[in-house]
Nanobody, 120 residues
C-alpha cells in the first residue's frame, strides 16, 4: 500500500500565501506524476496542478501565475506553493500520486485532504 500524508492547509487572508506538502511512503518502486486537486463545497474535484517525473508541469487556468508545483524525488514529496490567494481558492486540497509498486503494478493514490480557507 501507498500512504500519502498532506500538510500545510490553514486559514489565510486574501492575498496571502501557503505551501502545501505531500509525502508518499510505503510500497513504492517508482513515482510518475504527482499532483494536487481541490474540491470546494458543492463543486466537483478539479485538477489544480500536476508535475511529471520529468518535471513537466500543468496548471489550471485559474491558478497560473500564482501557484507553483514542485517535487523532491529523494523525499517522495510534492509541494504546492500558493501565492496571492483568493477567496475562490477555498477548498479541500487533495494530493494524488501515480506510480508503480515493488511488484511493478501501477497505483494511483489519494491523500486524506487538507483544508485551505481564504478569508476577506
Amino acid at each position: 500500500q501507498v500512504q500519502l500524508v498532506e500538510s500545510g492547509g490553514d486559514l489565510v487572508q486574501a492575498g496571502g500565501s501557503l505551501k502545501l506538502s505531500c509525502a508518499a511512503s510505503g510500497n513504492i518502486f517508482s513515482i510518475n506524476a504527482m499532483g494536487w486537486f481541490r474540491q470546494a463545497p458543492g463543486k466537483q474535484r478539479e485538477l489544480v496542478a500536476r508535475i511529471t517525473s520529468g518535471g513537466n508541469t500543468d496548471y489550471a487556468d485559474s491558478v497560473k501565475g500564482r501557484f507553483t508545483i514542485s517535487r523532491d524525488n529523494a523525499k517522495k514529496t510534492v509541494y504546492l506553493q500558493m501565492n496571492s490567494l483568493q477567496l475562490e481558492d477555498t477548498a479541500v486540497y487533495y494530493c494524488n500520486v501515480e506510480g508503480r509498486n515493488t511488484w511493478y503494478r501501477t497505483f494511483n493514490s489519494w491523500g486524506q485532504g487538507t483544508q485551505v480557507t481564504v478569508s476577506s
